[in-house]
């Protein structure tokens, strides 16, 4: 049962992350600064001296607890955290992250298949004797930010069944930048029916996070969807919309938008509910009257050559985009 709050006010009190934690391992960066940004307080778990001391310095941000049991973890989890322990996250990047928040009764937070090309993302923004960490250690949740550097944001836009995700992964492929898979496929692909209004919240939630999180580690980035397809879908499903993404969509920025065309065939999915064609074509203009809206630039993608037309935008646009 997700909290009201994240519905009400897209804040989050508490989310745990569980060691190993490689040292100087990329994708260890991107969890821990994802966590910061999803929930006001971060929790590590490590089971040594040494990863602790690491975590520390690394991550000034972060609460470590040295624990060795799942039984000494639950007592400091009952310290630590008020309320259910259902609305606490657990972000899970492999396996036995699982079977930890099925013994916490926390609610599991997959996130370790939603970047692809990690390999891509710079981290020397977060060295521990940088600005940055003083930023994170002084300002307050409501006003974190990564410091401003120039990075450029792409995101692939439209109806369902159109070929966003498959057009993002060719990009990604041949250009090499990291890439955001969308969340709400991941996320409902672990939940046993088909998604309510408050999986808007936390979706959206999680979706800003790893925008935030990512784009300022790579001098570009490619989002299959984002928070202004969250939007029109939460208003399209369920007649409303979190008052906190309204305001979200309003002050997010994008360089691009891929806004791709419904012309390809229907394709049956267990979470697409738009077979219709005329559904799929309001849907895409939703799409393109939002982007008017918030006067964000965009190129419309039709027909079968897709890839070189997306990929001709991107060199026209970006100095840093070469075929």
């Given at each position: ?5 994240l519905v009400d006010s897209g804040e989050v009190e508490h989310c745990w992350l569980a060691g190993p934690f490689p040292v100087l391992q990329p994708c260890c ?129 439209g109806p369902e069944s159109a070929g966003k995700s498959t057009l993002a992964l060719a990009l990604a492929q041949q250009l090499r930048f990291p890439l955001v ?104 203009l939703q799409c393109e009257a939002l982007l008017k809206q918030l006067g964000i630039v965009y190129q419309v993608i039709s027909g079968i050559d897709r890839l ?16």
């Amino acid at each position: 049962m997700l909290s009201n709050e994240l519905v009400d006010s897209g804040e989050v009190e508490h989310c745990w992350l569980a060691g190993p934690f490689p040292v100087l391992q990329p994708c260890c960066d991107y969890l821990f600064h994802f966590a910061y940004h999803f929930a006001s307080n971060v929790h590590a778990v490590v089971k040594s001296n040494a990863e602790q001391r690491r975590i520390k310095q690394r991550y000034p941000f972060v609460q470590t607890h040295l624990t060795k049991t799942t039984s000494s973890l639950s007592a400091v989890v009952e310290s630590e955290v008020d309320g259910a322990r259902a609305s606490q996250f657990f972000v899970v990047s492999k396996d036995t992250d699982w079977v930890l928040a099925k013994e916490l009764d926390m609610t599991p937070l997959p996130i370790e298949k939603v970047l692809v090309n990690s390999d891509q993302l710079q981290t020397a923004a977060f060295h521990s004797s940088s600005k940055l960490n003083h930023l994170l250690t002084q300002e307050p949740v409501e006003r974190r930010q990564y410091l401003h550097a120039k990075h450029n944001k792409v995101a692939i836009m439209g109806p369902e069944s159109a070929g966003k995700s498959t057009l993002a992964l060719a990009l990604a492929q041949q250009l090499r930048f990291p890439l955001v898979n969308e969340y709400a496929r991941l996320w409902l692909s672990y939940q046993d029916d088909v998604g309510c209004y408050e999986d808007i919240a936390l979706i959206a939630k999680v979706q800003q996070a790893i925008e935030q999180t990512v784009a300022a580690q790579a001098k570009l980035v490619l989002f299959d969807t984002g928070l202004m397809t969250t939007q029109i879908w939460s208003q399209v499903l369920f007649r409303k919309v979190p008052e906190w993404l309204e305001k979200q969509v309003q002050q997010h920025h994008y360089d691009l938008v891929l806004l791709v065309a419904p012309d390809l065939p229907w394709q049956f999915d267990p979470q697409r509910c738009q077979p219709e064609q005329e559904a799929r074509e309001h849907f895409f203009l939703q799409c393109e009257a939002l982007l008017k809206q918030l006067g964000i630039v965009y190129q419309v993608i039709s027909g079968i050559d897709r890839l070189e037309q997306a990929k001709q935008a991107l060199v026209t646009k970006f100095s840093c985009v070469s075929c």
